[in-house]
């Protein structure tokens, strides 16, 4: 039998130990007799007949009963409250995991997942930390560095390391003589301003990434506070003789026709919203994620001293 439409309304203080019927008529103690195969009739001290709208309110399962009861002896009102559907039937929380996503929209792309993440991102070393939550000072600036090569006629006069006294105002240490392994010597770099994060060469531009360096407020404050410094390393990047003249003041035998073009480098340096250049090692922490946000040089060199380093301070034991 289809059951008829039924309404009731909350307890008052009158009949705080049942419920009243909309005609007035409070519910008795014991629960009515229903019958599934006659028409369902109300059972109370005021009977109405079967099928009338004014019914008291069917009994409840035994959850409910014991919600009364308890409801009863704190003397509070009955509150009918589910739990939240995003609640209901959660698994235990296991350990968490951070997770990395690898690869290219044209090539395979893989999710990683690690206990501990640490990002040492070089010239995108800001946006990966970012990414994990950080703040965006400093930011990573990149600075292209050119180098010049000594022909190999040449080569006797630099036999090791010929550095400058370096500049404390400035993390560049300017033109300086290296001669490799392999028996080249490479002259240089200086530091100017790339206009891409990968610009290796001078033709190289982002205008994206260009955009976001000239939208930093360090970087305006930087150039206002060594604009000279800035336009002697333009003259010198783009005039082979005053590179010359750069390298003729730790090798006075050097001249213009001593040196060839070689490949350019590009320094992630960070500066920060003040216009600062961070000359020291800088990391920060976020959760499970550990970001090398500066690694001055020499960077590649300290590798697995910097590795120790970072897990003895910043990656805890289990």
Same mark, same amino acid.
């Given at each position: 039998?289809?059951?008829?439409?039924?309404?009731?309304?909350?307890?008052?203080?009158?009949?705080?130990?049942?419920? *009243?019927? /909309?005609?007035?008529?409070?519910?008795?103690?014991?629960?009515?007799?229903?019958? &599934?195969?006659?028409?369902?009739? %109300?059972?109370?001290?005021?009977?109405?007949?079967?099928?009338?709208?004014? %019914?008291?309110?069917?009994?409840?399962?035994?959850?409910?009963?014991?919600?009364?009861?308890? @409801?009863?002896?704190?003397?509070?009102?009955? $509150?009918?409250?589910?739990?939240?559907?995003?609640?209901?039937?959660?698994?235990?929380?296991?350990?968490?995991?951070?997770?990395?996503?690898?690869?290219?929209?044209?090539?395979?792309?893989?999710?990683?997942?690690?206990? *501990?993440?640490?990002? %040492?991102?070089?010239?995108?070393?800001?946006?990966?930390?970012?990414?994990?939550? !950080?703040?965006?000072?400093?930011?990573?600036?990149?600075?292209?560095?050119?180098?010049?090569?000594?022909?190999?006629? =040449?080569?006797?006069?630099?036999?090791?390391?010929?550095?400058?006294?370096?500049?404390?105002?400035?993390?560049?240490?300017?033109?300086?003589?290296? =001669?490799?392994?392999?028996?080249?010597?490479?002259?240089?770099?200086?530091?100017?301003?790339?206009?891409?994060?990968?610009?290796?060469?001078?033709?190289? +531009?982002?205008?994206?990434?260009? @955009?976001?360096? +000239?939208?930093?407020?360090?970087?305006?404050?930087? !150039?206002?506070?060594?604009?000279?410094?800035? &336009?002697?390393?333009?003259?010198?990047?783009?005039? $082979? &003789?005053?590179?010359? $003249?750069? &390298?003729?003041? +730790?090798?006075?035998?050097?001249?213009?026709?001593? +040196?060839?073009? @070689?490949?350019?480098?590009?320094?992630?340096?960070?500066?920060?919203?003040?216009?600062?250049?961070?000359?020291?090692?800088?990391?920060?922490?976020?959760?499970?994620?550990? %970001?090398?946000?500066?690694?001055?040089?020499? @960077?590649?060199? /300290?590798?697995? !001293?910097?590795?120790?380093?970072?897990?003895?301070?910043?990656?805890?034991?289990?």
């Amino acid at each position: 039998m289809r059951r008829s439409a039924r309404s009731w309304s909350r307890p008052t203080p009158t009949t705080r130990r049942g419920w *009243r019927t /909309s005609s007035g008529a409070p519910r008795p103690t014991a629960s009515p007799a229903w019958s &599934a195969s006659a028409p369902r009739a %109300c059972a109370t001290s005021n009977p109405t007949p079967a099928g009338s709208p004014h %019914c008291t309110r069917p009994p409840r399962d035994h959850r409910l009963r014991r919600r009364r009861r308890a @409801a009863r002896r704190r003397r509070a009102p009955l $509150r009918r409250t589910r739990p939240a559907p995003h609640t209901r039937h959660r698994p235990a929380p296991g350990p968490r995991r951070v997770e990395a996503l690898t690869g290219t929209p044209e090539s395979e792309r893989r999710i990683h997942r690690f206990d *501990r993440l640490v990002v %040492c991102g070089g010239l995108r070393g800001d946006e990966l930390a970012r990414m994990a939550g !950080a703040a965006p000072d400093p930011r990573t600036v990149p600075f292209r560095g050119h180098y010049h090569e000594l022909v190999p006629e =040449r080569r006797h006069l630099v036999r090791g390391l010929v550095y400058p006294v370096p500049d404390p105002r400035y993390p560049f240490l300017g033109v300086h003589l290296t =001669r490799h392994v392999h028996g080249e010597v490479m002259a240089g770099p200086n530091a100017v301003l790339a206009t891409a994060r990968e610009g290796y060469r001078g033709r190289d +531009l982002v205008p994206r990434e260009l @955009a976001e360096t +000239l939208a930093w407020p360090g970087f305006w404050r930087l !150039a206002r506070r060594h604009w000279t410094m800035g &336009a002697r390393e333009v003259l010198v990047s783009s005039s $082979r &003789a005053v590179f010359a $003249r750069q &390298a003729r003041r +730790l090798v006075p035998e050097i001249s213009a026709a001593d +040196l060839r073009p @070689a490949e350019s480098g590009v320094r992630a340096q960070a500066l920060g919203r003040d216009g600062g250049l961070l000359d020291d090692f800088r990391v920060d922490t976020h959760g499970r994620v550990v %970001c090398v946000r500066n690694a001055p040089s020499p @960077a590649a060199t /300290s590798a697995l !001293a910097i590795a120790e380093f970072l897990a003895d301070r910043h990656v805890p034991v289990r």
